[in-house]
Structures are given as C-alpha cells and as structure tokens.
C-alpha cells in the first residue's frame, strides 16, 4: 500500500537520524507532492507514525519525531568526560504519593504518580541515586502526545525525560534547587558501596513548567567520595 511505503521510508529516514528527535516532518501537503498521492493516503502514513510512537502531532507545529524504532538495547551508552555514563532507569511504575512527594505536586496524599529510579554509574560503580516523580496528569499527556508510556522502563529508554517534557508541550523551563547532607540509609550505602557513617550530598529539584505548575520532581542522594553536582551562578551588579 502507498501509505505503508510513505511510511517505512519516513521510519527509515528517522532511524537514520534524518530527522532527530524533536524536529518537525514534512506537512501533508509536502508529502503529497513529494510521493505524488493523495491527502488522505499522506495522513494516513503519517498515522502509522505515530501509532507507533515514533511521532507526535502537536497543534500549531506539526508532526514531532519522539522516538525511534531502534531497540534501546543496540544503542551505545553515551558517555560523559569524565567516563561516567548517563543515568540508568532501574525502576519505574506507578505509586501512591507520600505526604512529601505530594507536597511538592500540591496534590493529596496518596494521588497516583510515576516512581522512577534512576542509578549514574563511574565505570561499573554506582556514584548517585535519583528518585524521580511526576504526577499523574504529566505521565498521561506525554503518553498522549508522544506514545511513551514513562511508567514502563521496558518500553521508554528515556533517562532523561526533558525531551519528551518539551516534546508533550508540557515546557519545563526553570528548577528550584536545596541541597542537603545527611547519613545514608542502609539501602543507599548498599547502592553506593559506601559506609553507613559516610555522609552523602541530597539534592532536593523541582522542575516546573511555563504555567508555573510543577512537572517533575527528583531527589538525588550522592557519594561525597564522588562526583558531586557543580554550579555555575551569574553574578549580576
């Protein structure tokens, strides 16, 4: 069928990093001409897309990549400088929300959330934990507009959801940050490989969107033995 064949070459082209994650396809009027067919054969392709979550269609910016159909487990762990590797998801469902968690949502204690967890790793050890949160209606419109379910690890290898954040037009655009230091608990100091009397850095962060509403939030517990998080602040007058 010709939307089929519209179809895989669009996948093909998004696979092969034609066209990245966040940027915009080609309009229905653009693939008419270009595969000399009709609108209803071009929207039909396009829907494919993104019945298979690789695309999003999103009012007033057109069909978004969000995905790709390559198997998370080919991709090669991208590195930082300094030989750490980008977080690692080793949890991720649904819970009910704590009297803290709610708290930074404004939402009731026990309303549904996404619970992720998320392991960075220097090498084979494990240097910082981050428990991650965000509250149901967010996991719904990412689902809804980018195909990713992100209460399932198994099918959404994205560490890092700020991209599907901006991709879901849920725009997160500012953070607010406390740090605090205290003891591990014994799970922590299992993870890290650290003594129970060896301090670690908590750094508390709430991401919140352009309407002012919070989207996410993250604690992250860390070896003060490793790599710690570094600042950089402007200095104004």
């Known amino acids: 069928m010709k939307y089929r064949r519209i179809a895989d070459h669009l996948i093909g082209a998004i696979d092969r990093g034609e066209y990245p994650v966040g940027s915009v396809l080609p309009t229905l009027h653009e693939l008419m001409d270009r595969f000399g067919v009709a609108r209803g054969t071009a929207r039909a392709a396009v829907a494919v ?22 198997p998370p487990q080919k991709q090669v762990p991208r590195m930082l ?22 708290q930074r949502f404004g939402l009731d204690t026990g309303s549904l959330v996404v619970h992720r967890v998320r392991h ?46 901006r991709t879901a037009g849920l725009d997160p655009i500012v ?14 100091a299992d993870t890290l490989g650290i003594a129970e009397d060896e301090p670690v850095l ?10 002012g509403t919070p989207v996410e939030a993250t ?15 402007p200095l104004t007058g």
């Open 49 to 70: 897309l993104i019945a298979q979550g690789v695309a999003t269609s999103k009012q007033g910016l057109g069909t978004l990549v969000c995905g790709t159909t390559i």
């Open 219 to 233: 604690t992250s517990v860390s070896s003060t033995g490793g790599s710690a998080p570094k600042f950089t602040i």
């Open 120 to 165: 960075h790793h220097t090498g084979t050890r494990v240097t910082s934990i981050d428990q991650q949160w965000l509250p149901r209606s967010v996991a719904t419109v990412i689902e809804e507009r980018t195909g990713h379910d992100i209460s399932d690890r198994s099918t959404t290898p994205h560490p890092d959801l700020t991209p599907l954040l």
């Open 202 to 211: 908590v750094v508390h962060r709430i991401t919140h969107g352009s309407s």
């Open 81 to 102: 400088p300094d030989g750490a590797t980008y977080p690692k998801v080793v949890l991720s469902g649904w819970t009910a929300a704590g009297p803290e968690v709610a």
């Open 175 to 188: 953070a607010t940050v406390q740090l605090d230091a205290r003891l591990p608990t014994r799970s922590e």
